[in-house]
Each structure stands twice: as C-alpha cells, then as structure tokens.
C-alpha cells in the first residue's frame, strides 16, 4: 500500500523555522519526483517547492524563495522541506505528493501529482 506520511508540522513564531519531514512507503521511491503543496483556509492549493526523482533539479514558488528549501534522501525514503524566517502568511496545512516523472523533471502543480499525503499543520503565529 502506497504511503505518503507528513511529520514536522506545529506553531511557530514569525521569523522561526520548522522541518518538515516526508515518508514514502510501498513504492519505488526513487522513481518518483516529490513536491511540497499547501492550502491556507479559503484558498486554493499551491506548489511550495518540488524535487526531481535524483534530487539535483527543484523548484520553488516565489513566495518562499530563498527562504525554502527542498532536499531528499533516497536511502531513507524520505523528502523534507527546511523552512525558514517564517511569516504569518505562511500558515497552511502542507502536503507532500509523488509523481512519477522522467529523471530531471520537476513536475509541480497540484492537479498532476498521482499520490498525496494526509498533510501537517504548520502555524507561524506570536
């Protein structure tokens, strides 16, 4: 069964930074491109950050550039998304989802990915 599990999620002030974890399970983990989306209440859902199957390609949406950033360990099936200099409109529930993709491709929009994650909540909030 195909499993994606979200962790790292919590409240944080602005400015702090949070860790989010994502782990694949029952499936090929390399073989798919993972993104990182969420969904702020009353809003659609939006790609925070995406990384290729091998990790070297990604992308991030510009509101989180520069503070963001996307990385994977295949060996531990696992995909996290360090995130920094919080602000309040960074508050969303996130979500990790797997594509299957060619090598080096970075597919990041929410209507394409094949498999999703239940998601964490993440508050930046004094």
């Known amino acids: 069964q195909l499993q994606l599990v979200e962790s790292g999620g919590g409240l944080v002030q602005p400015g702090g930074s949070l860790r989010l974890s994502c782990i694949g399970s029952?499936?090929?983990?390399?073989?798919?491109?993972i993104g990182w989306f969420r969904q702020a209440p009353e809003k659609g859902r939006e790609g925070v950050g995406c990384?290729?199957?091998?990790?070297?390609?990604?992308k991030y949406a510009d509101s989180v550039k520069g503070r963001f950033t996307i990385s994977r360990d295949n060996a531990k099936n696992t995909v996290y998304l360090q995130m920094n200099s919080l602000k309040p409109e960074d508050s969303a529930i996130y979500y990790c989802?797997?594509?299957?993709?060619?090598?080096?491709?970075?597919?990041?929009?929410?209507?394409?990915?094949?498999?999703w994650g239940k998601g964490t909540l993440v508050t930046v909030s004094s």
């Open positions: 029952g499936f090929i983990f390399h073989n798919y491109a």
């Open positions: 990384i290729s199957r091998g990790g070297g390609d990604k």
């Open positions: 989802a797997a594509i299957t993709a060619p090598w080096g491709e970075v597919p990041c929009t929410p209507n394409g990915m094949d498999y």
